[in-house]
Structure formats: structure tokens, C-alpha cells
């Protein structure tokens, strides 16, 4: 096999990468009955598949004449790389792109046989079949251009990197927020619910008004009148209004909710007075403690109002473009953003 220049093996990362894009988007949109922009990255670039073809490259340049060995070499290589990129964006992001705990024999989800497998007989397809007839067509272009096209290519895809990586971090943060938002609202209710409680209020009552399991079966069944509607939104312009009317109705939902313990809280406390035996030092306590919780509520409403589409469009086009992503510890929240930007 020719040894490449470095400016080469650059253009090949990226024609491989483009590959792999076309073929990825192309099989998941085909799965999926809808355009799927695959990927990390907002460019036609999916890097794993460059990259597994540069590393299976380099490591069977020695054994290039063995199909066992081309196999074998190739298959530990890719998998290698799976792993190592599978686990480090994990890591950084909160969030699975791939997974393969399903599988059998497979490690922490990240890697399995079976894929393994496959990517040694991809080695092999790669190897003899698809990359010589791409490494003579390299071998035509002209000296001059190679390191300046390559140079082009790489500030290009490094800008989409650093976009991407910021948009990865603000899902990352999304969810978090989302779920601690959750958190939040469970804890607040509880908190009301028993302070509803001491002042001897309407407990039943309240608690039929302030259920946060509720309010989150009600946005589920919810997806039906928005997959109807947004099957109709073909335009950006119409995907983004659909977004807006879907957020505001789940906000308007939510503020509703925090009103409702705001309510409570605020009615407990001004009937604190009235309960009997309370002394003025576990009255000055209690008033303390409700307000506290009062001004919590108030935060969190702020917090929500602000929020607006533009916030989660980013993280709606990552968990689009790979529709079997997971966030252990986030699941509530994923689903939330699922629904939220699903579309037919």
C-alpha cells in the first residue's frame, strides 16, 4: 500500500468521513421515513468513520497481503477507536450516542462482537476493494493543491468541531437542568404539601392540584396533537413556530404548577398565626422556612419564563441526528426533549 503524505492522509480522513455520512444519514433517514442529518457535527462529516478508515489503514499496512490479517488487525483497531471515542464522549457530555447493551457479548455498551466482527470485515472490504481505486484517484491530484485543499478542509471542519462541541455542552447542561427542574418541582410540592398539612389545609385537594406526575402525563399525551400538527410544518420558519407553540403550552403547564405551590405556600403562611401553641419563636421558624421556599418558587418561575425556543434548538438537532442517543441519570429529561422536537 502507498504511504501517504500527511496532506493526504488528511483528504482521505475527510473523503471518509463524507462516506460515512452519506451512507449513515441515507440509512437512518431510510429507517426513520424522514431526513436525518446524522451525526455529531452540523457538517456532512461523521469523523468516527474517518477516522476508523485512517487507523485501519495505518494498522494493516504491515500485513496489507494476508486477508486473516487484515481482518484481524483491522478489527482490533476500529474497535479500539470505537471504544476510546464511545467512552470519552460519554464522559465529557453526559450522553451515549451509540449503545450496545442490548447486544450480546458486548463492553460497557460502547463496543460488542458483533460490531467487532463487522469492522474486520470491513478492513477487509476497505482494504482491497473500496481504497485502491480512491488512492489512485489521490494520486492524481496535483502536489500543489493537496496541502492547501487539506488546510481549507481542516479550519473548516475545525470550526464545526468547536460549534459542535459547544452544542454537545448545551445539551449537556440542558438536561441537567431539566431534570433538576423536575427535581425541583417534586421537592417544592412535597415541601407544600407538608406545610398544606400543619396548617390543617384541604391536603387531599392540594395534592390533586400540585402532582407533578400529573403535569408530566399530561405533556405525554400531548405528542399526538403535535406530531399531527407538525406533519404539516415543512418549512423552518413553520418547524420553529410548532417548537415555540409546543414550549409555550408546556411552560404555561409548568408555570401553572409552581403558581399552585406558590399559593399554597403563601396561604400557609399567613394563616400561621392561627394555629394553636405556635410561640412566637416557632412562628418566627416557620414564616422563615415558608418564605425561603416562597422565594424558590419565585426563582424557579423566572427561570422557566426565560426560556425560550432558540434555547433548545441546538439540542433538538444533536438528539435528531442520532436518534438512539441515551443520558443515564437523564432519562426523564431526554424523553421531555424527545418530545419536544419530535417530528413526522
Known amino acids: 500500500m502507498h504511504v501517504y ?18 451512507w449513515e444519514s441515507c440509512y437512518v433517514s431510510a429507517r426513520q421515513r424522514r431526513w436525518v442529518n446524522r451525526g455529531f457535527l452540523q457538517g456532512p462529516l461523521l469523523p468516527i468513520y474517518g477516522s476508523g478508515a485512517i487507523i485501519i489503514l495505518f494498522a ?56 467487532s466482527i463487522a469492522w474486520g470485515f470491513f478492513s477487509i ?21 493537496v496541502d492547501p485543499l487539506a488546510l481549507v478542509l481542516t479550519a473548516a471542519f475545525t470550526v464545526d468541531v468547536v460549534r459542535s462541541v459547544q ?18 418541582l417534586r421537592r417544592l410540592a412535597k415541601r407544600a404539601e407538608v406545610a398544606a398539612a400543619f396548617a390543617e389545609d384541604d391536603l387531599r ?23 399531527l400538527r407538525d406533519a404539516q410544518a415543512a ?15 408546556r411552560t404555561n403547564a409548568k408555570l401553572e404548577v409552581l403558581h399552585t405551590i406558590s399559593d399554597a405556600l403563601e396561604t400557609c403562611r399567613d394563616h400561621l398565626a392561627e394555629i394553636p401553641d405556635m410561640t412566637a419563636e416557632m412562628l418566627e421558624e416557620r414564616r422563615a422556612d415558608l418564605n425561603e421556599a ?3 418558587v419565585r426563582e424557579r ?27 443515564k441519570g437523564f432519562e426523564e429529561a431526554m424523553d421531555a426533549l424527545r418530545k419536544l422536537g419530535e417530528r413526522k
Open 5 to 22: 503524505s500527511t496532506g493526504q492522509w488528511v483528504l482521505l480522513f475527510f473523503f471518509y468521513c463524507l462516506c460515512g455520512w452519506v
Open 294 to 296: 416562597i422565594e424558590k
Open 235 to 249: 418549512r423552518k420558519q413553520r418547524r420553529l413556530e410548532a417548537l415555540e407553540d409546543s414550549l409555550h403550552r
Open 60 to 115: 494493516t499496512l504491515p500485513v496489507a497481503g494476508s486477508l486473516p490479517l487484515i481482518w484481524l488487525f483491522g478489527m482490533i483497531a476500529a474497535t479500539a477507536l470505537e471504544y476510546v471515542v464511545g467512552a470519552a464522549m460519554e464522559k465529557i457530555f453526559k450522553v451515549r450516542y451509540w449503545d450496545y447493551s442490548s447486544q450480546k457479548f458486548n463492553l460497557n455498551g460502547h463496543i460488542c462482537l458483533t460490531s
Open 167 to 184: 452544542a454537545a455542552l448545551d445539551l449537556r447542561e440542558t438536561l441537567a437542568r431539566l431534570t433538576e427542574e423536575n427535581e425541583d
Open 301 to 327: 418561575e423566572a427561570a422557566v419564563r426565560a426560556r425560550s425556543a432558540k434555547t433548545y434548538q441546538k439540542s433538538l438537532r444533536i438528539l435528531q441526528g442520532n436518534p438512539s442517543a441515551m443520558a
Open 205 to 227: 385537594r392540594f395534592r390533586e392540584r400540585t402532582e407533578v406526575e400529573k403535569l408530566v402525563w399530561q405533556l405525554r399525551l400531548e405528542e399526538g396533537a403535535d406530531q
Open 125 to 145: 472490504l476497505l482494504v482491497r476493494c473500496i481504497h485502491p481505486p480512491i488512492g489512485r484517484l489521490l494520486a492524481d491530484v496535483p502536489a500543489w493543491l
